[in-house]
């Protein structure tokens, strides 16, 4: 049943992007002329800041506003400050679709940046690609996001959420066989990035001979966990892999510790980048040992991210959430483009350069398959006496210790 709610969910919306691709305006935005202008260079973008996807909705939008900053602070771009249009689409793919056209149509922005989360990206890029406007988006990992043609799409991570739990599984992998996990359980929101992560992560792990005794897929707006974590608890996976978003995330781990519920290895998606929000809500004592997939630390030292996270801080207060990191970073190649091709005026040739450059980040360097597809490897984080460190790959790693397992209650 869960399956098929999830082909549903995905034929629903390759369904809606035929729609969009129908209906949208036909033709590129006029109005980004930059032949002399000292206008403002407006960039539209549409954020759930309400909502399923209000949390890293939020910090997305404050890594665009970061990135303006610290643009307008060093002189703009084309000599010409940059503005802001943000909407509020309450993290609903009608009002998504609404919001980017009339940012188009009405609004006429000279550029756009994409949304949060591959369900909200499928739609809103279909907007884009329709009305030949180069679209980055700092969330969108789905593999549904890059079999479609598209050409003005790129993704400003290092990974499409199918590999993006690549590393932590093939070390899971190889670990020796008194270390190894035997068993796993996968509970996954409905969601076309959640799922695919997961899914990439089991593949590998069942060939590895980690034999799969739970799976479940569950609806966007599920708010009590119990009766999912009953049954995990009674399979007794050695191993849980839970592709959650935010609210989903610290939901299923407050269950679980009311259950009372520990397995040896707890592995969730995008939750547990959230910093400080994260290890509040689930309680600082119960993040030691939990591993996620993670494009950003403030700690790496990737050029510039230290001015980043300086000035997140004084912007907004504490170390930048992964998602506000992913923003800026999508501005940083939107930024990029921009400077290179010297002019808004020709979005082809904005999506031209993006697909044959690599791009240097905070993130690190980027780079894309001709599908807008990121070319790169993610990295693994995990929360060690409180704080997020780098764990895997070594050549990355910001301590040379992995906490061997999930230790509720021992945390700092």
């Known amino acids: 049943m869960s399956r098929v709610r999830t082909t549903r969910r995905l034929q629903a919306l390759a369904a809606t992007t035929f729609v969009v691709l129908g209906l949208a305006a036909c033709g590129g935005n006029d109005s980004g002329g930059d032949s002399g202008s000292k206008e403002p260079i407006v960039i539209g973008s549409s954020l759930p800041l309400t909502g399923e996807f209000s949390q890293p909705g939020t910090a997305a939008e404050q890594g665009y506003k970061v990135w303006q900053s610290m643009v307008n602070d060093d002189g703009g771009l084309l000599g010409r400050k940059v503005e802001l249009k943000i909407k509020d689409d309450a993290s609903n793919q009608d009002t998504i679709v609404s919001d980017y056209n009339a940012l188009i149509s009405q609004d006429k922005v000279d550029l756009l940046l994409g949304t949060f989360s591959s369900l909200l990206n499928l739609p809103a890029s279909a907007v884009a690609e329709r009305n030949q406007m180069v679209y980055v988006e700092p969330a969108g990992g789905s593999p549904k996001m890059f079999d479609r043609g598209f050409k003005y799409l790129f993704f400003a991570q290092q ?102 519920f520990k397995p040896k290895w707890f592995y969730e998606t995008s939750a547990p980048s959230q910093g400080d929000q994260f290890s509040k809500a689930i309680g600082e004592e119960n993040t030691e040992g939990i591993m996620f997939a993670i494009s950003h630390a403030p700690t790496a030292k990737t050029p510039g991210n230290e001015e980043f996270v300086k000035k997140y801080d004084e912007m907004f207060g504490g170390p930048p959430p992964e998602d506000a990191a992913d923003a800026y970073a999508a501005g940083q190649v939107l930024q990029a483009a921009v400077k290179a091709v010297g002019s808004i005026d020709d979005q082809k040739k904005l999506a031209d350069w993006i697909r044959g450059h690599t791009v240097s980040t905070i993130l690190g360097d980027l780079k894309w398959n001709e599908d807008g597809s990121p070319i790169g490897e993610f990295l693994i984080g995990q929360w060690q006496n409180g704080e997020v460190q780098f764990v895997l790959p070594e050549d990355a790693a910001t301590t040379d210790h992995i906490v061997m397992g999930w230790k509720p209650g021992a945390g700092a």
Do not use: C
């Open 159 to 260: 990974a499409t959420a199918d590999k993006q739990g690549e590393v932590f599984a093939k070390w899971v992998a190889q670990l020796p066989a008194d270390q190894k996990p035997k068993t796993a359980a996968y509970p996954t929101i409905d969601d076309p990035f959640a799922a695919p992560n997961v899914e990439g992560i089991r593949k590998i792990l069942e060939g590895a001979g980690v034999k799969t005794v739970y799976q479940e897929t569950y609806a966007i707006d599920t708010k009590n966990f119990d009766t999912m974590v009953n049954a995990m608890k009674a399979a007794k996976p050695d191993l849980v892999v839970h592709g959650a978003v935010f609210e989903d995330g610290v939901g299923m781990i407050r269950s679980m510790l009311r259950a009372d």
